[in-house]
């Protein structure tokens, strides 16, 4: 393997020591000399073929009709697997003459920043797509509170201050928290101090009343709000 001076040093010192191993040469010098069969041109245009994907059909879709969405979150950058998400999106919009939606999932307020949002934006227009409309979720954060506390009235909910590890160890264990059975009151009063996000507000969460008894462990009643008390960056303190 030849280098220029300096150049790929750490690749070449690792291939002169491969060279250096017996079962590396053995194989090496057993094919050395071998011939490899002629490749038919036909079987290589269908390898060709067969390495290109393709999108999957969408049954049901009608043109102008498919709504599609992008959810990036702004606390890190995009990686491969955004782009990718991103851009099957675009396909659909397009191919319909439909709507993309780009929506910043900024639900927590610990992580998200303006600046990842602003680079966010950047690398989506580098990709040359084009949402037809920017969301947040925090655009529906009176909405989605007000479907919660609903889900509370309706006796589908309950307000837990249950220790982490304990409620871990219950939904391990199939075992019902102690707060399944408040009363709808109860569940409103420790939901005020959710909202207020008192210190005993913060101990406690939301979770949906589904089956505990589930080979599912994400049905066992899984968490829908818990309090965070580090400001919005667009909306503050006024949710918890």
Known sequence: MQTQAGALSHVARW???????VPFTAVGNKYA?????????????????????????????????????FPPEASGYLHIGHAKAALLNQHYQVTFKGKLIMRFDDTNPEKEK????????????????????FTYTSDH?????????????????????????????????????????????QNLKMWE?????????????????????????????PTFYRCKNTPHPRTGTTYR
């Open 141 to 185: 954060f009176p909405r989605i509170q007000g479907m919660a506390e609903q889900l509370l009235r309706d006796g589908k909910a309950y307000i837990d201050d249950t220790p982490p590890e304990q409620m871990k160890a219950e939904r391990e264990q199939r075992t019902e928290s102690r707060h399944r059975s408040n009363s709808v009151e």
């Open 15 to 21: 291939f002169s020591f491969l060279g250096s191993q």
């Open 193 to 221: 101090e959710m909202k207020m996000g008192t210190e005993y507000g913060q101990t406690c969460c939301m979770r949906a009343k589904i089956d505990m008894a589930s080979n599912n462990g994400c049905m066992r009643d």
């Open 33 to 69: 000399n071998s011939k490899a069969p002629p490749r038919n041109s036909n079987s290589e245009e269908k390898e060709k073929k067969q390495d290109v994907g393709k999108f999957v059909e969408l049954p049901g879709a009608e043109m102008g009709k498919v709504v599609v969405r």
């Open 114 to 133: 303006e600046d990842f949002e602003k680079v966010i934006l950047e690398d989506v227009a580098m990709l040359q797509i084009k949402p037809d409309q």
